[in-house]
């Protein structure tokens, strides 16, 4: 009898959670959330997105339309405790999402907000959120991108980029342009061309695969393993350093200035733009595409 009644309790308690799963399952698993606001301006090409929000997804593509459309989700909680903006200012868009009150990490934790956000492809965007991912997709132009709490991923871009992070992993792909990227907690990988590159993280892995001409590269982490996969024909002065790992250079080098098992400083093709890549942690790799 008692073991039955024990039995029941488990189930009792089994369904409970299950319950409660399924209540979380809408904002947890990342179905849709509920629309607040959704609202289309006309802008012109070349205009600027100018997104500043307490928390919150973002997701921003470029399509065929001189208009902006733009769509804000957010659970009950964030309907109550936070504020939305959305206008044209000097023919560019505005967005904010500010909270109304400070009443502390738990509340904030259970901030859900989406912003999705369509532009003319050939467009700027400056997006900051303490509180979640960041997804920018075909666009044109200068792009400035920086969350406290999430990833940062860009895929079809041509132009400019700075890309930060303080918790996340970054990754741009099928981008054309100078870049700048930085994580604090994460990993970055870039598929990349025709550019000057920065990218630092101090808690990650960074792969960069590039192709064009050498405009300078400059890869450093503190805690992790470079990879850096370069055309056969680039020309660059070489600085390969690591306090706690290998160096592996897969490309022919001449004038060596300094080699051992922790540091090469070489040209390759006979010279050119600096490649440096340093790490504290991990291993140093350069090869061919």
């Given at each position: 009898?008692?073991?039955?009644?024990?039995?029941?309790?488990?189930?009792?308690?089994?369904?409970?959670?299950?319950?409660?799963?399924?209540?979380?399952?809408?904002?947890?698993?990342?179905?849709?959330?509920?629309?607040?606001?959704?609202?289309?301006?006309?802008?012109?090409?070349?205009?600027?997105?100018?997104?500043?929000?307490?928390?919150?997804?973002?997701?921003?593509?470029?399509?065929?339309?001189?208009?902006?459309?733009?769509?804000?989700?957010?659970?009950?909680?964030?309907?109550?405790?936070?504020?939305?903006?959305?206008?044209?200012?000097?023919?560019?868009?505005?967005?904010?999402?500010?909270?109304?009150?400070?009443?502390?990490?738990?509340?904030?934790?259970?901030?859900?907000?989406?912003?999705?956000?369509?532009?003319?492809?050939?467009?700027?965007?400056?997006?900051?959120?303490?509180?979640?991912?960041?997804?920018?997709?075909?666009?044109?132009?200068?792009?400035?991108?920086?969350?406290?709490?999430?990833?940062?991923?860009?895929?079809?871009?041509?132009?400019?980029?700075?890309?930060?992070?303080?918790?996340?992993?970054?990754?741009?792909?099928?981008?054309?342009?100078?870049?700048?990227?930085?994580?604090?907690?994460?990993?970055?990988?870039?598929?990349?061309?025709?550019?000057?590159?920065?990218?630092?993280?101090?808690?990650?892995?960074?792969?960069?695969?590039?192709?064009?001409?050498?405009?300078?590269?400059?890869?450093?982490?503190?805690?992790?393993?470079?990879?850096?996969?370069?055309?056969?024909?680039?020309?660059?002065?070489?600085?390969?350093?690591?306090?706690?790992?290998?160096?592996?250079?897969?490309?022919?080098?001449?004038?060596?200035?300094?080699?051992?098992?922790?540091?090469?400083?070489?040209?390759?093709?006979?010279?050119g733009k600096e490649i440096r890549c340093s790490t504290s942690g991990g291993d140093v790799s350069v090869k061919?595409?």
């Amino acid at each position: 009898m008692r073991a039955a009644t024990a039995k029941k309790k488990v189930f009792g308690i089994f369904l409970l959670i299950s319950a409660f799963a399924l209540l979380l399952t809408p904002t947890v698993m990342g179905d849709e959330l509920p629309l607040l606001h959704e609202k289309t301006f006309k802008v012109s090409p070349g205009a600027k997105l100018d997104l500043g929000t307490s928390s919150g997804d973002v997701i921003v593509k470029g399509w065929d339309k001189n208009e902006a459309h733009i769509v804000i989700r957010c659970n009950d909680n964030a309907k109550e405790k936070m504020r939305f903006k959305m206008e044209v200012e000097n023919g560019n868009v505005i967005v904010r999402g500010e909270r109304l009150d400070g009443n502390g990490w738990f509340s904030f934790s259970n901030l859900k907000v989406k912003y999705e956000i369509n532009v003319p492809q050939n467009f700027n965007a400056f997006v900051r959120t303490s509180g979640g991912d960041i997804i920018l997709r075909d666009l044109v132009g200068e792009i400035e991108l920086k969350t406290s709490g999430g990833d940062v991923e860009v895929d079809s871009f041509r132009g400019k980029g700075e890309l930060k992070t303080s918790g996340g992993d970054i990754q741009a792909v099928n981008f054309t342009g100078d870049i700048n990227a930085g994580t604090s907690g994460g990993d970055i990988m870039l598929k990349i061309k025709d550019a000057k590159i920065n990218a630092a993280t101090s808690g990650g892995d960074v792969k960069v695969f590039y192709i064009g001409e050498n405009k300078g590269i400059n890869l450093s982490t503190s805690g992790g393993d470079i990879d850096l996969f370069v055309p056969s024909g680039i020309k660059a002065d070489l600085d390969l350093r690591t306090s706690g790992g290998d160096l592996n250079c897969g490309l022919e080098t001449s004038g060596v200035i300094s080699s051992s098992r922790n540091k090469l400083e070489a040209k390759i093709n006979g010279g050119g733009k600096e490649i440096r890549c340093s790490t504290s942690g991990g291993d140093v790799s350069v090869k061919k595409n």
